[in-house]
């Protein structure tokens, strides 16, 4: 039986407009984009609360092959990078293979045909020799489980579903959380409204932001392409070394010290209350968790509107949020900056996944621990592909996905090039690839025994910090060409031959 595409990509974000426009530039049209949504771009999509940006600079946060785009800033707002995502999807002729509000709940491989069965929540199914998850990492909110939160009287909402219709301004606003989105957030709306008070469990580092507003395009320096590649290597390179530091934390730990004593100096003397600054900066290693950048994060606590509290929240009742000290904090609203699954059962992908014996790839990873040939193929699920796999994870979102889409790109073309329908990693060179993988992550910053109070989302159930890779994204890059398909095997359907 034919398919009804070849290859079936299931999200429209940044991950599955990247794969779509590498099936094209190899000439391959047979293969479709659902998005659960009515409109593509993912994260960027979804999150549109005051100070949305990006902590990576923008001739590094974009495809390395369409960098010539009028970003405003040194840093896009997120605005601009769904514009972009609009852009290069438009560009490559990707919309047209999109198709919108098309949910999946479950995907089966046929070993007797080596197909996929993807069945979508209108009861639809698609069939497609291949299957790409692209369904990104920062999809699903976290609402915290704290008592009496469906009792409060005011407003609640979290940054991922920010309610425009909705004006902070001269109400009493409660932030619960300090991770990235908060950063953002606080300084924004902190001139607003009448009082804000922010929840802290966990404090973040935080360095400055380095950022500018950008010439126009007619007298930019970068309208020049060979300008752009040395700003972008300029900029991967600082990531780079970054990385390096954190993933090599055991054998270097003086370079994330020394860092790590610059940043902490920075942070205190933007905080005039020596109490609020003690309480700001981490206790925690550098690189426990995912630092950020902001240059008005911590002056926002200066402000006599602005207080920080660092009892922990016991519960909520419909006039505010009580802490474990009895005080009761009384808001109009409640702003739930409280992050997104990560390495949870249930998503990335945010989808059931049965393999080849039945088994289903979330209760696999929950059983056996998170785990993925090159970030992106795991034994038992044949001609299946992770956009953003366990261990292929880094700072720089479009560096991961373009290494990682090279690696699955060669698989295709080499199943196409034999003329073979199944390709599959081997048990035998996967096991060696963990073996590897698990080996390395034990010398990382994560590992690390002051990283146990930073309650990082890098670390899985498993205490595995499986969502980034022990190694830079450059190695990954060298390391992933040099071996090649050599860990597959590629076939027929059961019954049939190779």
Known sequence: MKPDVETLIIGAGISGIGAAIELLRRGDSSFALLEAASELGGTWRDNTYPGVAVDIPSVSYCFSFETDFPWSREYATGAEIQRYVSHCAGKYGVTRHIRYRSRVVRSEFDGTRDTWTTHLEDGSVVTSRYLIAATGLFTQPIVPDIAGLESFAGKTMHTARWDHGYDVRSKRVAVIGTGATAVQVVPEIAPLVTQLTVFQRTPIWIAPKLDRTLSGRRF?????????????????????????????????????????????????????????????????????????????????????????????????????????????????????????????QGNAPAFEVIGRDGVELGQFWTAHRRQA??????????????????????????????????????????????????????????????????????????????????????????????????????????????????????????????
Request: with cysteine.
């Open 220 to 344: 930019s320096l970068r309208r020049f392409a060979l300008i752009r590649r040395i700003l972008r290597g300029v900029s991967e390179s600082g990531l780079e070394f970054l990385t390096f530091s954190i993933v090599n934390y055991r054998r270097f730990p003086f370079v994330v010290r020394l860092v790590q004593r610059s940043l902490r100096t920075l942070m205190r003397r933007q905080v005039s209350d020596r109490a609020t600054a003690d309480a700001l900066v981490p206790a925690y290693g550098l690189g426990c968790k995912r630092p950020t950048i902001s240059n008005g994060y911590l002056p926002a606590f200066n402000r006599a509107n602005v207080r920080l509290v660092t009892q922990p929240i016991e519960r909520i009742c419909p006039g505010g949020i009580v802490t474990r000290d009895q005080t009761v904090h009384g808001v109009d609203t409640i702003i739930l900056a409280t992050g997104f699954l990560t390495t949870e």
């Open 373 to 498: 040939y090159a970030g992106v193929s795991v034994p038992g699920f044949p001609n299946f592909f992770l956009t953003a796999g366990p261990y292929s994870g880094g700072f720089n979102w479009f560096a991961m996905l373009q290494a990682n889409l090279t690696h699955i790109m060669a698989c295709i073309d080499a199943a196409g090039e034999r003329g073979v329908t199944r390709v599959e990693v081997r048990r035998d060179a996967h096991e060696r690839y963990m073996r590897h993988m698990w080996q390395r992550s034990e010398g990382t910053v994560f590992k690390a025994p002051f990283c146990a109070s930073a309650n990082s989302f890098y670390l899985d159930r498993h205490d595995d910090p499986s969502l980034t890779s022990p190694h830079t994204p450059w190695w990954r890059a060298i390391r992933g060409s040099w071996k090649g398909t050599q860990g597959y095997r590629f076939g027929a359907p059961e019954g049939g031959r190779a």
